[in-house]
């Protein structure tokens, strides 16, 4: 019964894939996949070619989220790996701002103004830093949410050619090796 509720979670997946493979460059891997077991585990995992969810998945506000999000690792974190623990939110925040970038195709609603609203109300949060957040914070929402409002202030400023253009000489300089937030600015 488990897949009954989930396949419909699923079914934009390959319009995302390639979304982000006009965004990122080609998609890094062989195949790609989607795996939901039983029970919960809090989240999802973004494993190389295979993203796993927990059944959780299927009462999740807004799914699609956490799906883009999880995909998007393929190119940021799993193509470009982290050389260093404290450069994570090189893989959290390019996942989250995912999320937004696939909204703003998928939903002709979508406005960046909300995207910022939505994302402000974690207030304090958002004031601490994304490099080198330290062990207790590695995965602190600021690495997520910071690291995301990071790339689309950097989209701003470029402009959306140069933006996409990083994106993909990221992927395609540092495709199957690791990088560092250095790297990134450099």
Same mark, same amino acid.
Do not use: K
């Given at each position: ?8 979670? @699923? ?8 979304? #982000? ?7 890094? @891997?062989?195949?790609? /996949?989607?795996?939901? &077991?039983? /029970?919960? =585990? /809090? ?7 295979? !993203? ?7 009462? =999740? ?13 393929? %190119? =940021?974190?799993?193509? &470009? !790996?982290?050389?260093? %623990? ?7 925040? @390019? ?9 703003? &195709? !998928? ?14 109300? #974690? ?15 590695? #995965? /602190? ?21 140069? @933006? #996409? ?18 790297? =990134?600015?450099?």
């Amino acid at each position: 019964d488990l897949a009954d509720r989930v396949d419909p979670l @699923f079914a934009d997946q390959p319009e995302m894939l390639d979304a #982000f493979e006009e965004m990122c460059g080609p998609y890094p @891997f062989d195949v790609y /996949g989607s795996a939901v &077991v039983q /029970g919960s =585990f /809090g989240g999802a995992l973004e494993t190389q070619t295979l !993203s796993i969810y927990g059944a959780d998945i299927v009462g =999740f506000g807004d799914p699609e989220d956490v799906i883009a999000h999880e995909l998007a690792h393929q %190119w =940021f974190g799993n193509n &470009v !790996s982290l050389a260093r %623990w404290e450069d994570i939110w090189l893989n959290e925040g @390019f996942a989250t701002y995912s999320d937004a970038l696939w909204q703003e &195709v !998928s939903n002709p609603d979508f406005t960046y103004q909300d995207w910022i609203r939505g994302l402000v109300r #974690f207030g304090p949060a958002l004031e601490r830093h994304v490099h080198d957040p330290g062990p207790t914070e590695l #995965f /602190g929402i600021q690495v997520y949410l910071r690291g995301g409002l990071t790339l689309h202030a950097l989209r701003i400023e470029v402009g959306d050619e140069v @933006f #996409f253009e990083i994106l993909r000489a990221w992927n395609d300089r540092f495709g199957g090796a690791n990088a560092t937030t250095d790297d =990134f600015v450099e």
